[in-house]
């Protein structure tokens, strides 16, 4: 594949404009997502292209964006919704887990629902309690649903492909904060399976189990620690659900002692899952408990400085598993 340098939002950008090109049943509906491109010009170019039969600004009512989607899914399209910010899901969970999880299940398999979901989630810009959340796990804990959390421009465009292709809905949460990362993209056309990890980095002393952008911030912490000698591997589950608990397994085998970090609440976050199938899959192989590292029980606060100190971060990684390192 030829691949070259895009940021994070123009990889998703150029994924949704092949996927759309490949398939004439995919369209996108959503806030802003027509003229303007959307609120982080994700659908840039879009209606242009497209026209405005398949890209259409709707009405800023979330419950009418999703129920329409998966009336239209259930009738054989393949809608694309955006609902700008991932604190928006709230708003529409009805329509989400009590129609567009359980309707295949519910009609005996005989209706698909080949739904996406588009959002924006993670802190770090100073939107505030109400437009600043990670609710994946959340959503994870619906069966029904499929939730990817890219964490690089190549997975930004890989998963969106990979979750508008697919026949179940799918929940794409891409990071408020990653938009302008850039990294190697392949030019053609490609989809990134679900419940697939990336072995970000391989080490022999720890495994980091990262979601999201904290993988960003764990690659950081494992080339400090590697300066002293410490070998972190990194693992990147790409979709919290489905999860790749094989891969994760496989690594804390290797390693003997893990850190599970991510930017969601810690209580009843994805680690907590994690952690206790580590547990009861790997208890023979730790040296050390499972850790965690994420926010605080609190709403994600405004200002620059408390957000700073709400979301774990490269340093706050690094103690960690020196920490997890020392322990015997």
Known sequence: ?????????????????????????????????????????MFDGLLTEFGGTRVVDTPISEQAIIGLGVGAAARGLRP??????????????????????????????????????????????????????????????????????????????????????????????????????????????YSIPFGVANIVREGNNATIVAIGRMVVEAEKAAANLEKDGISVEIIDPRTVQPLDIDTILTSV???????????AVEFGGIGAEISSQIQESAFDYLDAPVTRLAAPFAPVPFA?????????????????????????
């Open 1 to 41: 594949m030829t691949t070259r340098e895009l940021t994070y939002v123009k990889a998703f950008n150029e994924g949704m404009h092949q996927v759309m090109t490949e398939d004439p049943d995919v369209f996108l509906i959503g806030e802003d997502v027509a003229g303007y491109g959307g609120v982080f010009h």
């Open 80 to 189: 694309v919704c955006d609902l700008m910010f991932m604190d928006f899901v709230g708003v529409a969970m009805d329509q989400i887990f009590n129609q567009a999880a359980k309707m295949k299940y519910m009609f005996g398999g005989n209706v698909s629902v080949p739904l996406t979901i588009t959002t924006a989630g993670g802190a770090g810009m100073s939107a505030a309690a109400q437009h600043s959340q990670s609710l994946e796990a959340w959503l994870a804990h619906i069966p029904g649903l499929k939730v990817a959390m890219p964490a690089s421009p190549y997975d930004a465009k890989g998963l969106i492909v990979g979750a508008i292709r697919d026949d179940n809905p799918t929940i794409v949460v891409l990071n408020k904060k990653m938009l302008g990362m850039k990294g190697h993209v392949p030019e053609e056309l």
């Open 253 to 263: 085998k290797k390693t003997n002692r893990v850190l599970v970090v991510h930017e």
């Open 304 to 328: 620059p400085i408390l957000e700073n100190a709400y979301v774990p971060d490269a340093p706050r990684i690094e103690a960690v598993v020196r920490r997890l390192i020392e322990r015997k």
